[in-house]
């Protein structure tokens, strides 16, 4: 750490704060980084000559070339956007949301079984190759850069764990990719490459990791009131990474061995369960660091981690890799925008939001004494008046329902979210707080489909205008970090003490009762079996609306039950003497088929490459 704070002082480190509040992205020349970061075709055969002008006016300059790396940060949360689909993101096509009628869209495509190498979107491909195409041009004029050596590792550091993550990305979309190391295709190359095995790239990427893990600091110094490095990659992060990429190619979707996949391009070949403890390592390699806690700093504390946090003297402690965007735009309101019953909705929304929880994730959620909906002793009373009373306080910070209580302009405290339909009390002013349903009833051409709204991550205070807000986006915390150590070692060795100290405290800081025995309402000596079960609705709730699920039940193999299925909501009638009734309602009828557990390479980039196998079933 001292040689880091060191070289922080140097004069040839950005006196600005490399990454400032407007956003990781600096705003500087957009033809130079064109020029530098992107080309004539799309995919990984872009190819382009780059002027040595504007190489030397880039690599050069300590200012530029510290800008150069920031805009590589830009793309970090194109998997994780819940608007990466237009109306919804990977969210919507898993048993999480329902998205707002749009047939054509990619969430669609998905929920409904019919994607396939022409329309399935390529913006992971293209956005992989053009980020990994600059890193490498970084790497090739490194040595150049008028800078000291530690400072110039510091870049590096970040570089590659950089393409480590865009790669990360692919590997878990596709399998298997073409690996070009630092390789920088020119006009004259003839690129017709073959795609490397799952194994290949995997091994890769954990390099790149541990690579980069050795050249970052655990934290960056940020002076008093500066918040000028949030965001930047730590130590930390490029192990967490390890751990997550090793913990998904421990599951049984890649630690098998597949008839289908002779290359082992989606699989290893064969299955290893020292692969579980090879994840379980990594896992305990980040909570080693000492570095995280989980976030209680601002209650209710699991709502506020996602909106507090970003200051200079007290930094969001869970927070292991975050993406702060610009404040000067709509993007820290895309959440809002996207989710807030339309009686809250945002300067930004029109026509009211669109994309609504589904019955499968409020059923997921359990009972404030830490049991789940469905044990005869957890207390709940089933469809009902009481149905939403004394659940898990993460349901509350996840889900607006029938009565939930929301920020509602002009009045003093919050006021109740209408979702229902049938009779609706008059109101002379339209209030939305006596007859919000007219607007956000299901049914209702601005309302809800599902019977409920999204809360998670969404302020409660910009209700029809509010100010920007200074929020990142929460790529790796240390909750996941907990889960996946309890996931892997369970996997290897069973249950152990140790997972249900990990347990007892993630249900702790959600706000889930001790009990009189201690235990948040888990079973004290479950078997390998229930405690998997456990740990996979305990993920589901916990990282909910994150961009878990849609590959958590890729790779644990549960697709085929929880997604080929009809998905549901909830249709609550209110009556003119005001008394309710409730129905479940199919919203979706949801298609998987096995080829689905990845992406097709899209066929255009299939037709620019004859090398170039596509993934099995398509």
Known sequence: MKNFISMYKNKDINPLGAITRAG????????????????????????????????????????????????????????????????????????????????????????????????????????????????????????????????????????????????????????????????????????????????????????????????????????????????????????????????????????????????????????????????????????????????????????????????????????????????????????????????????????????????????????????AIDDPTSGYPGIGNNMYLNRDPRFYATITYNGGLRFLSGKATDQPVWTYTGDIPASSTNDAAIAGARTDGIYTSTGTSTGYFAYKMLANNVANGGVELNRPRILIRYAEILLNAAEANNEFAGPSPQIYTWLKEIRDRAGIAPGANGMYGMNSNMTQSEMRLFLQRERQVELALEEHRFWDVRRWKTAPQVLNQDLHGMEITRAANGSYSYRTIVVRKNVFRDNMYFFPIPQAELTKSAALKQNPGY
Not at 340 to 362: D, K, M
């Open 24 to 371: 990781i992205l600096c705003v500087w020349t957009a033809g130079l980084l064109a020029s530098l970061s992107s080309c004539k075709k799309s995919g990984f055969l872009d190819q382009k000559t780059l002027s040595q002008i504007d190489e030397n006016t880039v690599f050069t300059d300590s200012l530029n070339s510290w800008n150069y790396v920031n805009s590589r940060y830009s793309n970090l949360t194109y998997s994780w956007e819940p608007t990466r689909w237009g109306r919804g993101g990977v969210d919507a096509a898993s048993d999480e949301v329902q998205a707002a009628n749009a047939p054509t869209e990619q969430h669609a495509y998905w929920a409904g079984g019919a994607v396939n190498p022409s329309n399935v979107s390529s913006e992971i491909w293209t956005t992989t190759w053009q980020q990994v195409r600059a890193v490498n041009i970084f790497l090739k004029n490194q040595s150049r850069i008028p800078m000291t050596e530690n400072t110039k590792k510091l870049l590096e550091g970040q570089m590659r764990f950089l393409r480590a993550w865009y790669y990360a990305t692919m590997l878990k979309t596709y399998g298997g990719f073409p690996l070009i190391d630092n390789t920088i295709f020119s006009d004259s190359d003839v690129i017709d490459l073959s795609r490397n095995t799952y194994a290949e790239c995997l091994n890769y990427i954990i390099s790149e990791c541990d690579a980069a893990a050795n050249l970052l600091p655990l934290d960056f110094v940020i002076a008093s009131g500066n918040l000028g490095n949030y965001g930047r990659v730590t130590k930390g992060a490029a192990l967490a990474l390890k751990a997550r990429l090793l913990l998904y190619a421990a599951s049984p979707l890649i630690n098998a061995s597949r008839g289908d996949d002779p290359a082992h391009l989606v699989s290893f070949g064969n299955a290893d369960p020292n692969r579980w403890k090879a994840a379980a390592d990594a896992a305990q390699a980040v909570i080693n660091l000492g570095q995280y806690t989980l976030f209680r700093r601002v209650t209710p504390f699991f709502y506020n981690q996602f909106l507090n946090g970003l200051t200079a003297t007290t930094p969001n402690s869970e927070a292991i890799f975050s993406y702060l965007p610009a404040t000067s735009t709509p993007n820290n309101m895309i959440r809002e925008t996207l989710a807030n019953p339309a009686t809250r909705g945002t300067r930004y929304q029109t026509g009211g939001p669109s994309c609504f929880p589904l019955q499968e994730l409020v059923d997921a959620f359990g009972m404030a004494n830490g049991k």
